[in-house]
């Protein structure tokens, strides 16, 4: 399968700072990624899809000001949580789609995803 | 949009044993895909089945489109199988996979 990273692992800030996590697809190019939120225990909910060389789209009832993405180049996109407060606290995963097929384990279309970053703002 | 329901929401197993975990869609989908998340969050992908039927050692998973339902069969589960298992689709033209709230595994020793 296709191997997608992200950094920070784990983060614990103060609140009112600003948190960035990167996304890498490290044997792929990505020109779409998405992100993803998680709160303990349950289900992986989408917050925005990361175009690269454009801004990216957010889903409905999330802040773009709060949550800004940059898609920078083919195998990078980064999710910076400003002015963070401790509701943001959360599981945040990001996800880039194979555009080739490659072998048995990549599909066209298949999405894979990174270890995910956990958020805690105290 | 789509919804996803998986069934059932939890499952206790005794280490040897068979089981079956259900994922059905409100409409058609286009990319179906069925996750493994680990302890530490990470999300395994275990397959990538719009149709059809695939097996991979002791996991295969059958779809059928027409019905908007698959299916993910476990045999021999072992303790290593705990965790939570997703199911996640996409409707034809868009690339956004929507999550059902998963099956909590949990295989006793």
């Known amino acids: 399968g296709a191997v997608v990273s992200q950094h920070p692992s784990w983060v614990i800030c103060k609140s009112g700072t600003s948190v960035k996590i990167e996304c890498r697809s490290l044997?792929?190019?990505?020109?779409?990624m998405f992100w993803y939120r998680q709160f303990p225990k349950q289900s992986l909910m989408l917050m925005a899809t990361s175009n690269e060389g454009s801004k990216a789209t957010y889903e409905q009832g999330v802040e773009k000001d709060k949550f800004l993405i940059n898609h920078a180049s083919l195998t990078l996109s980064t999710l910076t949580v400003t002015s963070a407060h401790p509701e943001d606290s959360s599981f945040y995963i990001c996800?880039?789609?194979?555009?080739?097929?490659?072998?048995?384990?990549?599909?066209?279309?298949?999405?894979?995803f990174g270890e995910g970053s956990r958020l805690t703002v105290l | 949009g789509i919804q996803v329901e998986q069934s059932p929401p939890d499952l206790i197993l005794q280490e040897g044993a068979n089981s079956t975990l259900r994922c059905n869609f409100s409409d058609s989908v286009n990319n179906l895909q069925w996750f493994h998340q680990n302890p530490w969050g990470q999300l395994i992908n275990l397959f990538y089945?719009?149709?059809g039927t695939k097996q991979n050692g002791r996991l295969s998973a059958t779809t059928v489109a027409t019905e908007r339902y698959s299916l993910l069969y476990i045999s021999s589960s072992q303790t290593t199988d705990s965790g939570v298992y997703f199911c996640?689709?996409?409707?034809?033209?868009?690339?956004?996979?929507?999550f059902g709230k998963g099956t909590k595994l949990t295989v006793n020793p």
């Open positions: 044997d792929f190019q990505a020109t779409t």
């Open positions: 996800s880039a789609r194979a555009g080739r097929a490659g072998g048995p384990s990549r599909h066209v279309g298949e999405l894979f």
């Open positions: 996640a689709g996409a409707q034809g033209g868009s690339e956004k996979l929507v």
């Open positions: 089945i719009p149709s």
